[in-house]
């Protein structure tokens, strides 16, 4: 669940930057119309949040190394990086159903 929620607010963070870009554009380069700030500010504000919330959340779940979640974090604060963040980390095992790091076997002594 947390997987697909990580994946969803990735892909949606990333649209939502372009969204904002847009509307940044038409408010302060073509000075015409500040409604596409009003309305893609707050969506992206929120999905940034629930991006960083399912990250953490995976950090703990998925047993993260700390560089990882470090650059999850990071890629939420550049244009379209978290999409760049969720295939490399696809990639490399950080998003499979079975965690990054198999859990220590206990020895039967």
Not at 18 to 32: D, E, Q, R, V
Not at 50 to 78: C, D, E
Not at 80 to 85: I, K, N, P, V
Request: glycine letters at 12%; proline letters at 4%.
């Amino acid at each position: 669940m947390a997987l697909r929620a990580f994946r969803i607010f990735a892909i949606a963070e990333a649209f939502s930057w372009a969204a904002l870009l847009i509307g940044m554009y038409f408010k302060w380069i073509a000075g015409t119309t500040e409604i596409g700030v009003q309305v893609a500010g707050p969506i992206h504000g929120a999905l940034f949040v629930g991006y960083g919330i399912t990250a953490l959340a995976l950090w703990r779940l998925q047993r993260w190394p700390f560089i990882v979640a470090l650059f999850a974090g990071i890629s939420a604060v550049f244009p379209f990086a978290t999409l760049w963040f969720e295939r490399w980390a696809g990639r490399r095992g950080h998003l499979s159903a079975g965690g990054s790091r198999p859990l220590r076997e206990t020895s039967r002594a």
